[in-house]
């Protein structure tokens, strides 16, 4: 993506690709909006997409894949063992994380599965600049717990800090001297998912890398959300403005022990891998591949996949391709604050976050703000967020609501799918929505599912706010969907 200045003066993101393929989209008029997430349990992981205009759920499984990659799928290698399309992947990784040992797994939470079940026991501590949903999971499930530590700024929504996704290294210290032998491995998660989408530093993981080596532990990389970070190096970092994108990767990979990553997110593809030098570790992880995953040369994912991940992962090496999520991001989080809806700065990977403590303040906590908010958006846009906040945690061992520590909203931007007329709509919509915020009420649980609760939990409205928003959006846009 390349900033063009036009003769006013004005410099917009414009995309450097051209679509070939399209899928039709649906914006069904709202007295249906309201029916469908009324029906999906106000829930937006329920909603059919027939019933979904804008998809900005997530950007997993869900970026635009590259012309190079539909093409590489034909020439899929398919057998069970010893595929030749498991080499070229295995090339791919080599070639950009320089590490010697590679095991496919089906996807990102496979990876987490089988690293949480090598290295995590009752009473493990795994430090780590933030936690994720599926990792945290996994974590707990074993008995272990998790101990977040990133620099403060991480916790301020509006910062200007340019890496809010670093951790701490002097708490790092601490956590090994509290803990010392409960520590199995350190986690760095790049792009933080759940605060933002927050890039760490190179220095950052440097130092962090340096106090594990101290102490004798791994370092294991969550690169899932690697191509965002990536780019904001490249663009925030002084020190490394001269590094190609591929430099930087490698030097981020050489200061951790292991790399593990989505393919729904990194690669535009879908699967996952988990990646090493140590020979050890490959070695006892390796036994689980098998078990949980598949055979070692295709580890539960289709052959057709992990053609497009072996090219998509040498695409992301290209700057061009991995900034324009960013620079969407970027162009739709400014605009949003021209008009004064609270936005998560500075703009960061992934998606655009609306901080829904401050949208919609007049909410109780445990009446979920960001998830009402989810819902509201749904039924004045047909686009789909996704809440991430209170309703995305687990309850404690008392079975108490852990009220989150940021309640956002992740409009997410899926790499390369969305044209600028569409973010415009967004933003116009979301605007609209801010002014009329009063009309927006709390959810409260249907049906609450014990793990992972946000997946498939059902609520339901506290009143009939839905109903009164339906009737302010009719008087002001009359006949427009
Ligand atoms: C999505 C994600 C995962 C899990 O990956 P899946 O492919 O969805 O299982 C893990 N970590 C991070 C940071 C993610 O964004």
């Not at 053609?307 to 324009?324: H, P, R």
């Not at 021209?338 to 403590?357: E, F, Q």
Request: hydrophobic residues 40%; neutral net charge; aromatic residues 10%.
């Amino acid at each position: 993506m390349s900033k063009i200045r036009i003769s006013n003066g004005e410099q917009f993101p414009v995309e450097m690709h051209k679509v070939r393929i399209v899928q039709k989209l649906n914006l069904i008029p709202i007295e249906k909006r309201l029916k469908a997430i009324i029906d999906a349990g106000c829930n937006t992981f329920l909603l059919r997409n027939r019933d979904v205009f804008l998809d900005m759920l997530t950007d997993s499984g869900v970026n635009a894949m590259s012309d190079r990659q539909l093409s590489s799928m034909l020439l899929a290698d398919d057998s069970y063992a010893g595929s030749e399309t498991f080499y070229k992947l295995e090339d791919s990784i080599k070639y950009i994380f320089e590490k010697t040992f590679f095991l496919p797994a089906h996807q990102g939470r496979a990876c987490e599965h089988i690293i949480s079940k090598v290295f995590v026991k009752k009473g493990s501590i795994v430090p780590m600049n933030y936690h994720f949903t599926t990792t945290k999971a996994h974590i707990t499930t074993l008995l272990g717990k998790v101990l977040e530590i990133p620099i403060p700024e991480a916790y301020d929504i509006n910062s200007s800090h340019l890496f809010k996704g670093n951790m701490d290294a002097k708490k790092l210290r601490e956590a090994f001297i509290e803990h010392k032998d409960n520590i199995p491995f350190v986690r760095m998660e790049a792009g933080t998912n759940l605060i933002g989408g927050q890039p760490f530093s190179l220095s950052n993981i440097k130092e962090i890398y340096s106090i594990c080596r101290e102490n004798n532990v791994p370092l294991v990389l969550d690169a899932s959300l690697l191509s965002d970070n990536l780019y904001f190096i490249k663009k925030r970092e002084k020190e490394y403005q001269n590094f190609s994108i591929l430099d930087i990767t490698r030097e981020i990979s050489k200061n951790t022990d292991i790399v593990y990553f989505s393919a729904r997110k990194l690669s535009s593809a879908r699967g996952g891998g988990i990646c090493t030098n140590n020979e050890s570790f490959y070695k006892t992880m390796r036994e689980l591949v098998p078990l949980y995953e598949g055979f070692l040369t295709y580890g539960g994912m289709s052959v057709r996949e992990m053609e497009a991940m072996a090219v998509g992962l040498i695409d992301t090496m290209d700057e061009t391709v991995i900034s324009q999520g960013p620079e969407f991001i970027e162009y739709m989080t400014a605009e949003l604050l021209k008009n004064g809806v609270p936005c998560v700065t500075p703009a960061g990977g992934l998606g655009c976050h609306l901080d829904a403590n401050r949208f919609v303040s007049h909410i109780k906590e445990l009446e979920f703000r960001a998830a009402s908010l989810a819902v509201a958006i749904y039924i004045v846009s047909g686009i789909r967020g996704m809440e991430r906040g209170t309703l995305s945690e687990q309850r404690d061992e008392n079975g108490n609501e852990v009220i989150s520590d940021m309640e956002l909203v992740r409009l997410a931007m899926p790499r390369r799918v969305f044209t600028m007329s569409q973010i415009k709509y967004a933003i116009d919509r979301i605007t609209w929505l801010y002014e009329n915020k009063e009309l927006i009420g709390g959810i409260k649980w249907d049906e609450e599912p014990k793990t992972l609760r946000f997946f498939y939990g059902r609520l339901k409205p506290v009143n009939d706010w839905p109903n009164r928003l339906l009737e302010k959006f009719k008087k002001d846009f009359k006949d427009s969907l």
